[in-house]
């Protein structure tokens, strides 16, 4: 019988990308539908079922049952499909831990991000939903800014600290390069094979330079946001890292 899924996402957020990442490296299928922030949250707190909570995705609903947090879905993904598990057992917390320096560094990111979109109308235009007319997106940048400041609030993703964001990013980059530099060229794996640690991490450099459009589709405006030119020559070893793993375990869908 034939799973019913349905996977709430937010594009481009990385957290989303790990869980389409997660099940698509098992084939799973599912209908991929995109959250609008603030106007979404009612809806994704029912389909999630919690509604006193903050909810963020993505979230994935399978036969009205929901699973929270790229984490979770990933957990899901390796328990239900039979392509080589990216948890494989004794793995499993060394894992977490690379899941945990990835967040850590993503917070930083988030925070840079939604303060650069305050900055560009070329951002915020591209942010719009895509029924939104192109030539009516200009006129609707304010409600795009209070939008961004209200997700500020939500995530306490602070813009006046922008050191701190790119300090944060740099010391999970840093750990990474740590791990990467006795790796070969032909087994750069974080843990001697491919797993979820990779996902993360990879998905994490998405914050220094997005990956091309082949994998993630961006508009002009948005992967400038995304990419913090201040640190893309320094981490140009984890940028070709980033690319190797997509190259040899992601699969290129269309947005």
């Known amino acids: 019988m034939k799973r019913s899924r349905q996977l709430i996402v937010l594009h481009p957020s990385p957290w989303s990308e790990r869980a389409r990442w997660a099940l698509d490296h098992h084939g799973l299928e599912y209908d991929a539908v995109d959250h609008m922030p603030i106007v979404g949250e009612r809806r994704l707190r029912k389909l999630s079922g919690r509604q006193k909570e903050r909810v963020t995705v993505p979230v994935l609903v399978v036969d009205g049952n929901a699973h929270c ?14 392509r080589d598990k990216l948890m494989p057992a004794g793995l499993e917390a060394e894992i977490r831990q690379w899941n945990q320096v990835a967040d850590a560094g993503m917070g930083g ?25 192109k030539w009516l997106r200009p006129a609707l940048r304010p409600v795009a800014r209070l939008t961004i400041r209200q997700l500020q609030r939500k995530y306490q993703a602070r813009s006046d600290e922008g050191a701190t964001h790119v300090m944060q990013l740099r010391g999970a980059l840093d750990r990474l390069r740590d791990v990467l530099v006795t790796r070969r060229p032909d087994a750069p794996y974080i843990l001697g094979r491919f797993t979820y640690a990779d996902i993360a991490m990879a998905t994490l450099v998405q914050g220094v330079l997005p990956v091309e459009d082949r994998f993630l589709r961006l508009a002009s405006a948005l992967r400038e946001v995304w990419t913090e030119r201040s640190l893309v020559r320094e981490y140009d070893d984890l940028v070709k890292w980033r690319d190797t793993i997509y190259d040899r375990h992601r699969y290129a869908k269309p947005n």
């Open 109 to 133: 990111v988030r925070a840079r991000v939604f303060a650069k979109m305050l900055e560009s109308g070329g951002a915020l235009d591209a942010s719009a939903p895509s029924f939104v007319p």
């Open 69 to 82: 947090e790229s984490w979770d879905i990933a957990l899901y993904a390796d328990r239900e499909g039979t």
